[in-house]
């Protein structure tokens, strides 16, 4: 069985400061992807950044990048210099398996991110 | 990133009619479909993976025969509510991939804001 944890259920953060959302995983595949969306009021699941299991170095993206400790099971985004436009939910999720077009993904249980100005 | 395209983003409809929501891949052929549901401040449920020209396969404990999944090209896919009842009020969102080399996350539609009354 797999498994997505984000422990963080809501965080506030002052605009500018680098923000960390934890995310951990759980699974007995050894091909996986991990992947952090944002979903804003709208309801729209915007895709930020992806890491693949054997990726060597983390996967950044802008202001994003990924914190991937696989020993320990942890795929954390980090938000550098964070906007008013960042507050949103944020998803960890994981797809299962090798990357092709039928594995799932499955989604933790989000983080609400507040930045405050 | 790829464009996935949900109508409508939003529909009231009458307890007892059903309601059919449209999940396009507008620049990319989606060999693979999934349909998500999501109610307030939880996290997205997978409900069924659909795979084009073949039966959808539905999560544990969601009614094939209450959510009708039809992927019939690899632009398109359908979600039809039957018999819509209020509890059935929620978030549905849809995910397409597919096998281009570029493409390793799931890209998302808007969402369909369904509320039954």
């Known amino acids: 069985a797999q498994k997505i944890t984000q422990t963080q259920p809501g965080m506030f953060v002052q605009e500018k400061e680098a923000v960390t959302l934890d995310c951990t995983y759980d699974t007995s595949d050894q091909s996986y992807g991990l992947f952090w969306y944002k979903q804003p009021s709208s309801g729209e699941m915007i895709f930020l950044i992806y890491?693949?299991?054997?990726?060597?170095q983390n996967a950044t993206e802008g202001r994003y990048s990924l914190n991937f400790q696989k020993a320990r099971k942890s795929a954390n985004l980090v938000i550098s210099a964070s906007q008013l436009g960042d507050s949103a939910m944020y998803f960890c999720?994981?797809?299962?398996?090798?990357?092709?077009?039928?594995?799932?993904?499955?989604f933790g249980s989000g983080t609400r991110l507040s930045i405050r100005p | 990133g790829a464009v996935v395209s949900q109508h409508p983003s939003w529909v009231i409809c009458k307890s007892g009619t059903s309601v059919k929501i449209e999940c396009r891949s507008l620049?990319?052929?989606?060999?693979?479909m999934f349909w998500y549901r999501q109610f307030p401040k939880q996290s997205l449920m997978l409900m069924a993976t659909s795979n084009e020209g073949s039966k959808a396969t539905y999560e544990q404990g969601v009614e094939k025969d209450k959510f009708l999944i039809n992927h019939a090209s690899l632009t398109l896919s359908t979600l039809t509510v039957t018999s819509a009842h209020p509890e059935d009020s929620s978030f549905y969102i849809c995910?397409?991939?597919?096998?281009?080399?570029?493409?390793?996350?799931?890209?998302f539609g808007q969402g369909t804001r369904l509320t039954v009354v």
């Open positions: 890491q693949g299991s054997y990726d060597e």
């Open positions: 999720a994981m797809r299962e398996g090798r990357k092709s077009s039928a594995s799932k993904i499955i």
């Open positions: 995910s397409a991939r597919g096998n281009p080399s570029r493409h390793t996350e799931a890209f």
């Open positions: 620049d990319f052929q989606a060999t693979t």
